[in-house]
């Protein structure tokens, strides 16, 4: 990890990630989250103030970025409830199988390189009627949009963390083994190719 990995890009994430209009997204599907809850690339923790902690058993942080951890410092001390931090990457779950309730996914799987493996370990931790909560952004439905995310993407992962802006968020989450019950899409404000937006819910199928 170079000297920008480890110093900034958490600050850069952080701030792009605690943008207002990302923590209205957070508003509309955080709270649905229950019981026990992994949080797949907790980052720094801003999701934490949007749990509704009288559902909330425990939440488990996966983040396997230490910078990130640490920037998470401050909204962990608030939490209300007990977060266990898991030091691993998405592809590296290390839980029991169905012993979890809810996973939640904000902004990470733009991210994660495996995405097929990290999605086969949330299906797995998963319990047969626990709900994976997700928030992404990812391909637009415009062509001319689309191609610059094409374009874009090389560059882009290697400023932004390996995020990548053209990922077909719907597709994955179904090849990954979930069904998606509810699903909500659209372009928020900024620059459009970052802009397009998927949240919902679904279950392992
Ligand atoms: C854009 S940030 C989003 C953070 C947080 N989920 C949020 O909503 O603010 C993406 C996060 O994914 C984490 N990440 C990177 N590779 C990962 C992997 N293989 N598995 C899980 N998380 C990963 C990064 O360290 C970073 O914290």
Same mark, same amino acid.
């Given at each position: 990890m170079?000297?920008y =990995? @480890? /110093?900034?890009?958490p ?11 990302? @923590? ?18 907790m ?7 949007? /749990?509704?902690p ?24 608030? +939490? ?6 898991? $030091?691993?990457?998405? =592809?590296?779950i ?12 904000? /902004? ?20 047969? $009627?626990?709900q994976?909560? %997700?928030?992404?952004h990812g ?14 993407t090389?560059?882009? #992962? #290697?400023? +932004? ?16 083994? %979930?069904?998606?019950?509810?699903? $909500?899409?659209?372009?928020? $404000? ?5 802009a %397009?937006?998927?949240?919902?819910? +679904?279950?392992?199928?």
């Open positions: 170079n000297m =990995e @480890q /110093y900034c890009l600050h850069l994430i952080h701030c792009a990630c605690g943008l207002k209009v990302i @923590q209205q997204q957070r508003e509309k599907v955080v709270p649905l989250a229950k019981g026990r809850v992994l949080e797949v690339g980052g720094s923790g801003l999701n934490i103030p949007y /749990y509704d009288k559902n909330i058993e425990l939440v488990w942080g996966l983040e396997p970025s230490e910078g990130m951890r640490k920037k998470a410092q401050t909204n962990l001390e608030h +939490a209300p409830f007990e977060v266990r931090w898991l $030091d691993l990457p998405g =592809e590296e290390p839980l029991r199988n169905e012993s979890v309730d809810t996973v939640l996914l904000t /902004y990470t799987l733009c991210t994660i390189p495996n995405w097929q493996k990290a999605l086969r370990h949330m299906r797995r931790v998963l319990k047969p $009627d626990g994976l909560i %997700f928030c992404e391909a637009a439905p415009d062509e001319g949009v689309c191609r610059w995310q094409n374009r874009l090389p560059l882009w #992962k #290697k400023i +932004a963390g390996g995020c990548h802006l053209n990922r077909p968020i719907p597709r994955y989450l179904e090849e990954g083994g %979930f069904a998606i019950q509810t699903m $909500d899409s659209q372009y928020l $404000d900024g620059p459009k190719f970052a %397009f937006n998927y949240w919902g819910t +679904a279950t392992p199928s």
